[in-house]
């Protein structure tokens, strides 16, 4: 770029940066810019249109984004905005000067009629302003790719942070009459009531936890915690060969703590029911061999992607799960687990805020793939503290590292095996052996409650009860209201009584 001296008619010396024919200028629309405050200045509600639209650094022009600076903070103070209530906010601002006094505020509004096209006009102002923001960005990394100090990896952690806050800014949605809204609410009972279920969401597989969530609904963040070694991992592969298997409902799991071999490993475990350990060690007797030839046929073609990126990033999930809704029509998402995730390298006084930051993104991503986005969570420690077998049952304030996990998931529920503690049975003599309770504490469109499962350790499986042989009858308790109060439920059968040795004893085929 150079800079040549041209001579004027008053002879005048006035500098003129001359761009080379290579050269580019940042995008920009200072005319659109003029006549956006000029509207503002001259129509009472300009401002409320183009609020959630424009903040004072989208301006190309200083002077302009002092203006509207000026203009944000009448509206905040409920005080109209006008010509000269614009120059007296920006004197108290200490900025009049340097936005061009009160000559240029008139020139603003001399060639403005109204705010007719006010919305529009904002629109490309933003849009200039995110082009500019991805210059800026590509420089920056551009700069930093030749510095060989710097780590690739957390380069593009960084990178992917970033980026991530620049599409953030130009989410909107705009709000629309409810007629379209009654429509599609109607159109989704008549498809629970032709399903023989009547399940509006996607099922789990597990008839109790169906019953109390009707199953798992679109836009929903479903929260699945508990310590350590109470089978998280376990319970949502079953849940995903239920699905995948039974109801050939294509499913996405991403798995931050295992191996992908090591899931399928696990997956056909609990499909071909054989111990993880023999299938592992490869010492398996000839009938079990064909056995495992036989059954593992069944997860052949099954619609079960996944992905075992590890600290993956919320930018690299909203990435990935897109492109499996769109190519795979994946109706379901599972995530393995929730505090091993990163939040795209962006910087955060905490952990806590980290963690509150990817819960928010996941559940605005599931309202905007409109599937389920089932998420497995840590407990903190306090449950291991608490004495007696009911302080042992989680609760919404053991969820670890944020409150905001609470807050933004539609549904949090528990995993808790009472065995795990050594206790072997209830207060009613009801034997725990085997038996794990899910425990529904939070669900936002629907009733909480608690439902029991079998857990069958051997081949890292969950059951239904009546699939391993036990009596259902008073297997699950509901609450309508959290404040309704339960039945007393009556005790189930000694767990020997149901539970038969050959059940869970491989026998040839």
Not at 50 to 75: G, M, Q, T, W
Not at 85 to 100: D, I, S, W, Y
Not at 188 to 213: C, H, M, N, P, V
Request: aromatic share 6%; proline share 4%; glycine share 6%.
């Amino acid at each position: 770029m150079a800079i040549e001296k041209v001579k004027t008619d008053k002879k005048k010396s006035v500098e003129t940066i001359v761009i080379p024919e290579t050269g580019k200028i940042q995008p920009q629309a200072l005319d659109i810019e003029k006549v956006v405050l000029g509207a503002l200045m001259l129509e009472r509600d300009a401002f409320s249109t183009i609020s959630e639209i424009l903040r004072p650094e989208c301006f190309y022009d200083k002077k302009h984004e002092l203006i509207f600076e000026a203009i944000v903070d009448l509206n905040l103070n409920g005080r109209p905005v006008d010509l000269l209530t614009v120059a007296e906010q920006l004197k108290r601002n200490g900025n009049l000067k340097a936005a061009g006094k009160e000559l240029y505020l008139s020139e603003l509004t001399e060639n403005v009629t109204g705010a007719t096209h006010i919305e529009y006009h904002a629109k490309i102002i933003a849009q200039k302003f995110l082009s500019r923001e991805l210059i800026r960005f590509s420089g920056v990394v551009q700069g930093k790719a030749y510095d060989e100090t710097i780590d690739v990896d957390e380069l593009m952690q960084e990178a992917e942070g970033k980026l991530f806050e620049i599409s953030q800014r130009n989410i909107k949605k705009e709000a629309i009459q409810i007629n379209p809204v009654i429509n599609e609410a109607i159109s989704s009972i008549q498809f629970a009531a032709r399903k023989k279920e009547g399940l509006s969401g996607l099922s789990s597989g597990f008839i109790d936890l169906d019953k109390i969530t009707s199953g798992w609904q679109k836009s929903d963040l479903i929260i699945i915690a508990a310590r350590p070694s109470m089978g998280k991992t376990a319970f949502v592969l079953s849940m995903a060969k239920n699905m995948a298997v039974n109801f050939k409902t294509p499913i996405a799991l991403f798995s931050l703590e295992m191996s992908n071999l090591q899931l399928v490993t696990r997956l056909m475990s609990n499909v071909c029911e054989l111990p993880g350990e023999k299938i592992k060690s490869g010492r398996l007797e000839a009938y079990e061999w064909e056995q495992l030839d036989i059954k593992v046929q069944e997860l052949y073609d099954v619609p079960i992607y996944v992905d075992d990126t590890p600290s993956l990033s919320i930018f690299e999930l909203r990435t990935k799960a897109r492109r499996l809704v769109r190519e795979h029509n994946v109706q379901c998402v599972i995530i393995d687990y929730l505090q091993l995730m990163n939040a795209s390298g962006m910087s955060y006084g905490s952990r806590e805020q980290e963690v509150s930051m990817i819960s928010r993104s996941l559940k605005g991503l599931a309202k905007e793939l409109n599937i389920p986005i089932i998420a497995l969570s840590q407990l903190n420690r306090a449950v291991e503290g608490r004495a007696g077998a009911e302080g042992k049952r989680p609760q919404l304030s053991d969820l670890r590292e944020s409150g905001a996990i609470e807050q933004d998931a539609d549904m949090v529920c528990f995993i808790h095996r009472p065995e795990y503690y050594g206790l072997k049975e209830d207060s009613n003599g009801r034997n725990l052996t085997g038996l794990a309770e899910i425990i529904v504490a939070k669900h936002r469109n629907g009733p909480i409650g608690d439902l029991w499962l079998s857990f069958r350790n051997i081949y890292i499986r969950f059951e239904n009860l009546n699939e391993s042989g036990i009596n259902r009858e008073y297997s699950s308790k509901m609450n309508v209201l959290p404040t309704t109060s339960n039945t007393q439920m009556q005790p189930l059968r000694s767990h020997e009584d149901f539970i038969t040795q050959p059940s869970d004893v491989l026998a040839p085929f």
